[in-house]
């Protein structure tokens, strides 16, 4: 059995910056990618940043290209997230998953195979 723990969360003020983490245990597994997503309170959940281990390449959604930085080491199936600049509407639980398949979109939830349990980042104005 594979876990993703998360790391990192907290309550911060606006214009902030914080470092989410999570690592990999359980069973040795091989990611093709790693990602991060987030999900509001009454939202869906909604893909960040990806990092595909081949080519090191990186992927981030609009709204947080130029803030956050996703970064990671693939021997160790760990992930980082650096965020900066945070703003309220940033406020969400943060989750970081792991894509075992060489396909499909980094940016599509149900492309990725295992998910942590979740940080809650808290933003205040």
């Known amino acids: 059995q594979v876990q993703l723990v998360e790391s990192g969360g907290g309550l911060v003020q606006a214009g902030a910056s914080l470092r989410l983490s999570c690592a990999a245990s359980g069973r040795t597994f091989s990611s093709n990618a790693m990602g991060w997503f987030r999900q509001a309170p009454g939202k869906e959940r909604e893909f960040l940043a990806g990092i595909r281990w081949s080519g090191s390449y990186t992927y981030y959604t609009d709204s947080v290209k130029g803030r956050f930085t996703v970064s990671g080491d693939n021997a160790k199936n760990t992930v980082y997230l650096q965020m900066n600049s945070l703003k309220p509407e940033d406020t969400a639980v943060y989750y970081c998953?792991?894509?075992?398949?060489?396909?499909?979109?980094?940016?599509?939830?149900?492309?990725?195979?295992?998910w942590g349990q979740g940080t809650q980042v808290t933003v205040s104005s």
């Open positions: 998953a792991a894509k075992a398949r060489p396909y499909g979109s980094i940016s599509y939830a149900p492309n990725y195979d295992y």
